[in-house]
Nanobody
């Protein structure tokens, strides 16, 4: 298991920045691929970004490319989502998710995650 806890959400003005953190417990986190997802009111959950086991590969949904950066520190069992140039459309509850174990250090996934955090609210005022 890889229980996940997100933090770092809040209220920010358009154009501002936030950094979300996803902290995991357990010794096997370095064997997990990790993704960030978001769900806005009345909308389906949407993939945002993913990182491979070793952080060497990343992928993003087109709407956040160039603005968001996903990274991880396996020594701290933590994955981050740096969000810059925030827009009102980024308002949502953000969840991190883990898919583990995965054999490839560089594989990326947009689905198939089995462990989820409770989410952190991000609100961007225009």
């Amino acid at each position: 298991q890889a229980p996940l806890v997100e933090s770092g959400g809040g209220l920010v003005q358009a154009g501002g920045s936030l950094r979300l953190s996803c902290a995991a417990s357990g010794r096997t986190f370095s064997y997990c691929a990790v993704g960030w997802f978001r769900q806005a009111p009345g909308k389906e959950r949407e993939f945002v970004a993913a990182t491979s086991r070793n952080g060497g590969s990343t992928t993003y949904v087109d709407s956040v490319k160039g603005r968001f950066t996903i990274s991880r520190d396996n020594a701290k069992n933590t994955v981050y989502l740096q969000m810059n140039s925030l827009k009102a459309d980024d308002t949502a509850v953000y969840h991190c998710a883990a898919r583990c174990p995965v054999s490839s250090e560089y594989a990326l996934y947009r689905e198939g995650y089995m462990y989820w955090g409770q989410g952190t609210q991000v609100t961007v005022s225009s």
